[in-house]
């Protein structure tokens, strides 16, 4: 907790479980009830720009297992930028538009690194809650959000007739979420992918073990 997020213009440092409830609805007093009925279970460590005058990063005390971890951090979040350049270029091409039309928008690298945790969790608790997840249904905010994600499985999109589909764990792959401002772009020729984590297939025993996934949500600077 001395690494907690603070503020929404920050996005930095450490989210407890049941802070956060990701959802589409709109209303602040409604998104409260469904957080107090069944929050989303799960943390997360978000990581900016290093260097923002104003918003610092929170970085733990590097020692044990923690040497090395804020120049590991800050050479994964540059190469996800490089990888956000490229993808948007190709996104241009695709649109017809030059293919460094997006590179003004997108080299700065304003985006978040969210290393995000679901701890294990007994599989009765899916079955008592109704409507239990890991992480609510929901859209991301930006242009595209990297995801790379552990074998555990969870992960679902929701497709364009409205049923949900397991985004199945490809060894040495990312998913690539199209979010609100890709769809804005592209006068919704691109659609802004709703997903979400539910309980994975069920294994042996009586708890889900935990799920590791990092998501680097891209914003653009207009």
Known sequence: MSHCWTT??????????????TTTLKDIEDVKKLRDAVPDLKESLEIGREGEPGHPN?????????VGFKEIMLEFHDKCKQLHMEV???????????????????????????LLHYPEVKKDVFTINPGQVRAGAHSDY??????????????????????FVDA?????????????LLAR?????????????????A???????????????TISIL
Not at 168 to 180: F, K, S
Not at 185 to 201: A, G, L
């Open 88 to 114: 948007m270029r190709a996104i241009a091409v695709g649109l017809g538009i030059d293919e460094h039309w997006f590179d003004n928008f997108t080299d700065v690298g304003d985006n978040t690194l969210r």
């Open 8 to 21: 929404p213009q920050a996005n930095r440092g450490y989210s407890a479980p049941g802070r956060e409830k």
């Open 203 to 217: 294994g042996d025993g009586d708890v889900y073990p935990a799920r590791y996934s990092i998501a680097y949500v």
């Open 185 to 201: 772009w592209s006068n919704d020729n691109i659609k802004s992918t709703i997903h979400r984590v539910v309980e994975p297939p």
């Open 58 to 66: 929170h970085w733990p005390v590097e020692e044990g297992e923690l």
């Open 168 to 180: 199945t764990p490809i060894e040495d792959t990312c998913v690539v979420n199209a979010g609100d």
């Open 142 to 163: 930006g242009s595209i959000t990297l995801l790379f994600q552990d074998s555990r499985g969870g992960l679902q999109v929701q497709s364009p007739t409205g049923a």
